[in-house]
């Protein structure tokens, strides 16, 4: 039996990733900061014109600079190589954060539905609507250019947590231009004489609001637990059967057996190949260059991509 085990790719500049991790706890540190004075401005704001919706915003921010200070701390150990107790590293820990974010955001969700029935069944919350519109107006432009921002800098670096973030400030910049519309409507009714239905605005446009961005979080959470539960991802497996065919076509190996996983950004790839007893391998150089050979078809790179190949003659090993 011949049997070889290979791990790592090829090392890109740690100066380059370096960077790239710096960026991204930049990023999260400028989110947290105007999340804090976003929550601050909501919760004040909300209590002194009257307002659940604002004041249910603002506790909304607080709690996302909580989960944003989680995430800067996992970005932090992502920059950190394997330790002996963290033999993969800490690729783990980036989608438990987005799970753990997501379903807090979903239970703030449900809890503002409830919250909005309640007070459609008590008669409605009586506010001062104008000051509502100056303030949604505020919040939503800030939202916007947020999650704007979030976005490109999680799409240049193909980071979940920045992703998340941006998903959140989107969420934000909605709820504020939702409210936007909805006291626009409140300070119409009262200028028409309509002074009966303005107090029901504010619980009906927080349960609108709820129920409409309930599936975003949910969808989160759903792609945060595929990573935690470790299934594995549909394109990466196509992609890596697809080189290891042409591979066992090309060098006549009998067959082959692979295993994929996605942990947040870090990818697992696994493959063992089978060729027959007197198949000529040559030497171990000639094994790594297999290895190589698989590694280049994938694109894989160390960090974000651990690679084992070995070869064998039992098929006991698939």
């Given at each position: 039996m011949i049997q070889d085990t290979a791990g790592r790719a090829s090392r890109p500049s740690e100066a380059a990733r370096d960077m790239e991790a710096l960026a991204e706890q930049r990023a999260l540190k400028l989110s947290i900061a105007v999340t804090a004075l976003t929550g601050v401005a909501g919760i004040l704001g909300g209590l002194v014109i009257g307002s659940r919706a604002i004041t249910f915003d603002g506790m909304y921010s607080f709690v996302d600079v909580a989960l944003t200070f989680g995430a800067l701390a996992v970005a932090k150990l992502l920059m950190q190589e394997p330790s002996p107790r963290f033999q993969y590293g800490y690729w783990h820990l980036e989608p438990l954060i987005a799970a753990a974010e997501s379903a807090i955001l979903v239970t703030a969700c449900l809890y503002a539905v409830i919250d909005a029935l309640r007070g459609l069944m008590n008669g409605g919350n009586p506010m001062a609507y104008g000051a509502g519109l100056a303030w949604a107006g505020l919040m939503g432009t800030t939202g916007f250019v947020m999650a704007d921002y979030m976005s490109h800098l999680a799409h240049r670096q193909r980071s979940i947590l920045l992703a998340v973030d941006a998903r959140a400030w989107l969420m934000s910049g909605f709820v504020s231009l939702a409210l936007l519309f909805a006291y626009a409507i409140a300070v119409g009714l009262t200028a028409s004489g309509h002074h009966g239905w303005a107090p029901y605005v504010d619980p009906a446009v927080l349960l609108c609001i709820s129920l409409a961005l309930l599936p975003v979080p949910l969808k989160t959470?759903?792609?945060?637990?595929?990573?935690?539960?470790?299934?594995?991802?549909?394109?990466?497996?196509?992609?890596?059967?697809?080189?290891?065919?042409?591979?066992?076509?090309?060098?006549?190996?009998?067959?082959y057996s692979s295993h994929v996983a996605q942990i947040g950004r870090g990818q697992f790839v696994e493959i063992h190949i089978l060729v027959a007893p007197d198949y000529q391998v040559g030497t171990v150089a000639a094994v790594d260059g297999i290895r190589r050979d698989v590694a280049a078809r994938l694109d894989a790179s160390w960090p974000q991509v651990w690679l084992t190949v070995d070869v064998t003659t039992d098929p006991d090993y698939l």
């Open positions: 959470l759903r792609r945060a637990m595929r990573d935690v539960l470790e299934v594995a991802p549909e394109e990466l497996d196509r992609r890596v059967r697809q080189v290891v065919d042409e591979l066992v076509r090309e060098r006549g190996f009998l067959t």
